[in-house]
């Protein structure tokens, strides 16, 4: 799951970030609204952590932009306001939740899942590929009904290709999927995932469009020596 955190705090930033990327998130950090607005057009967001103090702005300003998205990410606003008629602003406004500072970062990880959880359930509650079933909103996979183990990794893969089947991913949303812009990556690390990932659920149901990327099917597809 890639999130953006939009904090100028960057103490509280660096914390969050160590936090959540120790509990396999992939996160990119800006300490503005120009920063967060470039980072959106660069690169596809599950969910958005979003401050309203910013040194260039109101944070809710932001949410005319992510509404535009075609595939919205989730918005949870963290901030120190905390009267009755800020949160209903922010939640009109288009935020999908609303955290109060200071708050306990366990609070905001089961935050981040419940939004991505009805996220998931309201775009594809559960795939059925065969034998194969991924209930996405409960991150259950199981093959014959035998349950299936994924790492996190493998799961924010498997997130983006089950989320859509049959659309053709192009290699760097899956890396987008999998890293954050200043994570060091190996130019052959998506296809050890995607490789894994054959192994685990089949080699069938993952196609290879030679050059242009990978898309989930039902069985049959083209398949790579991966």
């Known amino acids: 799951m890639r999130v953006l955190l939009v904090e100028d705090d960057e103490a509280l930033s660096q914390a969050l970030c160590g936090y959540l990327r120790a509990k396999a998130f992939v996160v990119d950090a800006v300490p503005s609204l120009a920063q967060a607005s470039a980072a959106l057009h660069a690169a596809q967001y599950a969910a958005v952590l979003l401050d309203l103090h910013l040194p260039d702005g109101d944070g809710l300003s932001l949410l005319p932009q992510l509404r535009a998205i075609k595939q ?8 120190a306001r905390d009267q009755v008629s800020d949160r209903i602003h922010g939640l009109d406004a288009g935020a999908d939740d609303y955290l109060v ?6 609070e905001l990880l089961a935050r981040l899942r419940a939004v991505e ?5 309201a775009q594809v509650p559960v795939l059925s590929l ?3 079933q991924i209930d996405l909103s409960r991150e259950q996979v199981r093959r014959a009904g035998v349950p299936i183990a994924l790492t996190q990794k493998e799961w924010a893969l498997l ?5 859509r089947p049959e659309h053709l991913h192009t290699r760097e ?9 200043d994570d060091d990556t190996d130019s052959n690390t998506l296809e050890v995932f995607i490789s894994r990932l054959r192994r685990k659920l089949g080699r069938e149901h993952i196609e290879t469009v030679r050059g242009l990327g990978y898309r989930m099917v039902q069985g049959g597809g083209v398949q790579s020596p991966a």
């Open 101 to 106: 500072k200071p708050y306990d970062p366990g």
């Open 159 to 163: 997130r983006v290709l089950a989320t």
């Open 130 to 132: 065969g034998e194969l």
């Open 173 to 181: 949303r899956l890396q987008d999927a999998l890293y954050g812009f």
């Open 72 to 79: 919205r990410p989730s918005v949870i606003v963290l901030t």
């Open 117 to 121: 959880r009805r996220r998931s359930a």
